[in-house]
């Protein structure tokens, strides 16, 4: 009886863990759009605005341009009234964690390269943008990036 137990439980946490560890986050590779930027380190500010419109969601702006090599500090103020967050990565990746986000409403990030900030409130981030490129910056939660708060970073 103790053998089959432990063979459910093996059985159970095998067909879990690519759903617990696959949240969407791979910090063991490279990332193509840069690293995590040095706080310490000088950095251009940048403010993002987050808001809801009569038309949906929106960032402002929705298109940033960056030089290679660059490191940014993004200053991200929530003017809605509902939580919104910044996630940048490449388009394939962005629209990926979107699916996921879509079955886990409720995930919180704790990734360099994403802010959750709530209404009225300001968040950071600090990001060093290694290589040329276009990039996506998302808000996840679900139904927001359908309604239009995404926009492009253009890395040259």
């Known amino acids: 009886m103790k053998k089959y137990l432990t063979l459910a439980i093996m059985a159970f946490l095998a067909a879990a863990n690519p759903v617990l560890a696959d949240s969407g986050h791979d910090h063991d590779e490279a990332l193509v759009y840069g690293e995590p930027g040095d706080p310490s380190k000088p950095a251009r500010m940048i403010l993002i605005a987050m808001r809801e419109t009569d038309d949906g969601m929106a960032f402002v702006p929705n298109q940033i341009k960056i030089k290679a090599g660059e490191q940014v500090k993004f200053v991200i103020r929530n003017n809605g009234e509902f939580d919104h967050e910044l996630v940048f990565a490449d388009l394939e990746s962005n629209l990926k964690h979107a699916v996921e986000m ?14 959750r900030v709530a209404p009225k ?10 290589n040329a490129g276009e990039f996506d910056f998302s808000c ?4 927001h990036r359908d309604a239009g708060m995404f926009g492009t970073i253009i890395v040259q």
């Open 140 to 143: 996840l939660i679900p139904g």
């Open 102 to 115: 879509a079955k886990n409403p409720d995930m919180e990030h704790d990734d360099p390269n994403a802010a």
């Open 121 to 130: 409130k300001v968040g950071e981030l600090v990001w060093k943008f290694t």
